[in-house]
Each structure stands twice: as structure tokens, then as C-alpha cells.
């Protein structure tokens, strides 16, 4: 396979299957009854504590060859964390240190990244961290920020999109003192239900065909296809994370439902809503009620207005016009207890100051302000706390593209020439619609170190491989980057 395969199609899938050394059998549904004959129970990732010692949570993740039944009756080879694909869900609460461990026992390096999670360029997982095979990785850092659904995944140079692909993606669960509702489900497995949303093309052969296609024409849930979750509750709360490499979603359940958290934790309110879109690396969390006797389907629908694109013809080959039913969801039976009222008030939403500093970011093929990524090349340094101003444009009218941005948060301050569908919250990745610009209030973790380098990117993942990311330096007032240079393997 060829080093710098701008594969198109692709698409992680998430999901889980596999006990995690260390963590909690992989929990399944009971049987289905009736209806879809080749739905499969939903898998639920292993819910993965570590070993909790005083304040101080270790894990230990081995990123690993296997294979796995991805589709019914066929055996794929897939990569995975401490199982044959995907990762075990890892569960850290505000206020502790984490110790993690990642053993590489894949045939190349990689490096993982923790996705949403502020914290010392050391432990981020840029690409110059990449470590070899029959290496480990021990990163250390403090959670210091709100509950959120984050996520994690590999972010080798050039190779981001293949190695999620291939499965190394896992769901992490950040929790805090503040983060009990009324009436919100907190049950993982049982009523807080992660579903991790990927897409792939198969080889004739059952593989994962690692050079076809812009976007994966089989839709997986929690790593399989055609999945049937059995509520046991009237009400569920959905932990969705889109993450596939390219193909953007716009979630349906054919009733509405309420979005209660985005990428970096809960909104003010709960918000009701008829669909929310969600780019690649996006997390929703949303409440569903459930009536027994009315099953619902989460469905991936066209996207409204084609995303922005210009045309049918260019919106579908981002995938923009198809619609998949995802993941069938059955109703609870008569006697399931009803549910209490929801929480009308979650997380207060106070904006920081702006500290008056702004930047320009525009996006155009796979570059960056005309820049493709140089892992050698500092872009800017920020040499301050607090939050700054980015205004991040989409030059291309016919192409998807969106932003993320490593140890941070950010507020959608306002769109400009196109529509986001919901910019309510705080987010660290985001669509930014051709031709529009989203001008972001960005909260940066203060962790100066002008050695290594954060990343900012398009999380269409083969757009990020292909060059359109840059990085920054977090240092003291006055301090100047010094990067070391990165040690870049693989080549
Ligand atoms: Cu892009």
C-alpha cells in the first residue's frame, strides 16, 4: 500500500467489540425480536476505567493488528486498541491526573491523539510524537475541563486517515462533579449509549478497500452494519461521534429530539431540534424519548442545502445526497418506568474576554493561508491566556472542508456567506460551508512549551494528510519557538 495513499473513500469506523485489558466485558444487547432479520445487537465499547490510584488514573492501550466481523459472516483485518478493532470507551473525571500508557504493536508507527482534550503538547499526540513499532508512548496530564464525549485516534504524519480507517478510534467519556441532571440518563450501556458513526468501502473480498471512493458507501455504528439497539428505558441519552474520514452526517430520528451537549460538554439548555449535522470528529450528545410500541431509526439524511455545495453533482461525491438508516432503535415495553422531566437548566455559557488578538485562516485545496503542512515550520505562537478571535474561511465553492483545533474550545461567534447548523455551545471542530466564513472565539489550554507544536486542520482526514494543517506553539510572554526537531518516521 503505497505511503501516501490519498485514498478516498474511507472511513473510520468506531466501535468496539473486544475487552480491554483491564476494563469491562463488551456488553451487547439481548437477541432482536423480529423485524430486521440481519440486524445485529448494537456492541457497546467496553467502558474502560484504569487502575485508579489516589488521584491518579492509569490506562494502558496496545494499538494492535486482528480481524473482525465487521459485516455478518465475513472476517475483515482491522486494527484496534486492546482488541482486534476500535478501542474500549475511556472514562476520566475533571481534576485527576492521567498516567497512559500506548504499546505499538502495529507494523508501522502511529501516535494517538486525544481529541478535545486541553493538555501539555507532550501528551497532545501531534506527529512529531510518532513512536516505532515495539515502542510505547507515556504521556501524563491533568483533566481540567468540563464533562464532555471526546475521542481518541491516531495522528501519524500524512497517515491520519488510513490509520482511523483501519479501526484505531475509541470514545472517552470526561466527567465532572457538575454533570448530574434531573431526568438525564448517566447508565452507560443501559441508557448513555455511545454511538460512534464510521463508513467503509469493501474489497470483494470482505477487506477494507483502503483506495476506492470518496466516502464509504457501508455505514457502521459502534463498528458494524445494520445495528438494533433494545431500549430498556423511556428515555436514552446518544453519545454520537462522527468518526469517519470524510463523510459528513445530518442525524434524523423521524421525531424530534433535544441536543444536550456539543464537543466540549453541555449546552446552557437542552435544544430541540429536527436533525443536527455532524462533520468528521464532531460529538452530539441528544436525549431521546421513547413511547413503547414506536420504534425510531436514527437516520443519516441529505444534507440541507447540500452542505453548500454548488450542484447535485459535486454534493454527491461528498456523499451529501445519500440517505442510510444507521441504527434501529426499539422502544422499551409498557411497563418501562416513565421518565422525569428533563433539566431545563444545564451549564451556565460564560464567554471569556477576548484578549483582542485575531487571526485569518483560509482554507483553499489542502492548504492553509496558502501553506501546506511543514512539521518543521512554526505558524504562530501564542504567548498569552486567554481567548483570541479566528476568522476561518472556506475558498473553495465546491468543496467541504472543516476546522479543529487541538487543546482548545471555541464559540462560533458568526457565519458569514453560508449556513452552520447549529452553533450553540462550545465545539473543537466545526463545518465551515464553501465559500463561508466562521469566525470563532477560541480558548487556547495555556500550557507553554515552545518546543512542540499543536495542530490546526481540516478533520477530513485525507484533506489533514494531504497538507491542510498547520501548527502553533504555546509559550511565555516574550519567549520565542524553538522547535525540536520532530523525529519523522515511516518515511
Ligand atoms: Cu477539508
Redesign the pocket.
Known sequence: MSRRTFFKGSVLAVAAAAAASGATACSTQPEPRGADAEARPLPIPPLYEGELDGNTRRFELTAQEGEFEIVPGTMTKTWGFNGPWLGPTLYMRRGEQIDMTVHNELPEATVVHWHGLHLPATADGGPALMFDPGESWSPSWTVDQAAATCWYHPHPHEKSALHAYRGLAGGIVLDDDDSVFPGLPNDYGVDDIPVIIGDANFTEDGQLDEESGWVGDTPLINGITKPRFEATTRRVRLRVLNGAVLRFRYLTLGAPFHVVATDQGFLESPVEVDGVLLSPGERVEIVVDLEPGKDLTLRDDKLPNWGGLPDKDTAETFGATDVFDLLEIVAPAEDAPASPALADKLVPFELPQPTGVEREFR?KNMEINGKSMDMTRVDFAVDHKGPEIWHVTNENDD????FHVHNARFAVQGVENGEVEFTAGWHDTIEVPPLATVTLLVDIGYYPDPTLAYMYH?H?LN?EDSG?MGQFVVVEPGQEPNLKLPNIHGE
Not at 468543496?399 to 472543516?402: A, E, F, K, V, W
Open positions: 482554507m468543496m467541504l472542508h472543516n481540516c477530513m484533506h491542510m
